[in-house]
Nanobody, 132 residues
């Protein structure tokens, strides 16, 4: 069983920045596809970005490319989503999802990473609100 602990949501003005964290246990973190999803009001859940810890492979959705950055901290087994130049349309509940080894490498690939059905483990959501 994989447990994911998410933190870092909040409210920010347009143009501001926030950082979300997703922590997992050490064994899982060695080789797992970790993906950030979000669901805004009245919208479908969408993939924001994926990260495969085994190879540092990173994929971003077009809507956040150049504004959001995903990186990892091996010491704390934590994945970060650094969000900058935030827009009101980034307002959503954000989730971290995991697809552990041996399927994780396949999940973290084009055409699969943003399919929520690829993931068995989900964190609780954390709210991000961008408003003036």
């Amino acid at each position: 069983q994989v447990q994911l602990v998410v933190s870092g949501g909040g409210s920010v003005q347009p143009g501001g920045s926030l950082r979300l964290s997703c922590a997992a246990d050490a064994d899982t973190f060695r080789s797992v596809c970790l993906t950030w999803f979000r669901q805004g009001p009245g919208k479908e859940r969408e993939g924001v970005g994926a990260y495969y810890t085994g190879t540092f492979r990173t994929i971003y959705s077009d809507s956040v490319k150049g504004r959001f950055t995903i990186d990892q901290d091996d010491y704390s087994n934590t994945l970060y989503l650094k969000m900058s130049s935030l827009k009101p349309e980034d307002t959503a509940m954000y989730y971290c999802a995991a697809s552990p080894s041996p399927l994780g490498s396949r999940t973290c690939s084009a055409g699969r990473w943003d399919d929520s059905n690829e993931y068995n483990f989900w964190s609780p959501g954390t709210q991000v609100t961008v408003s003036s």
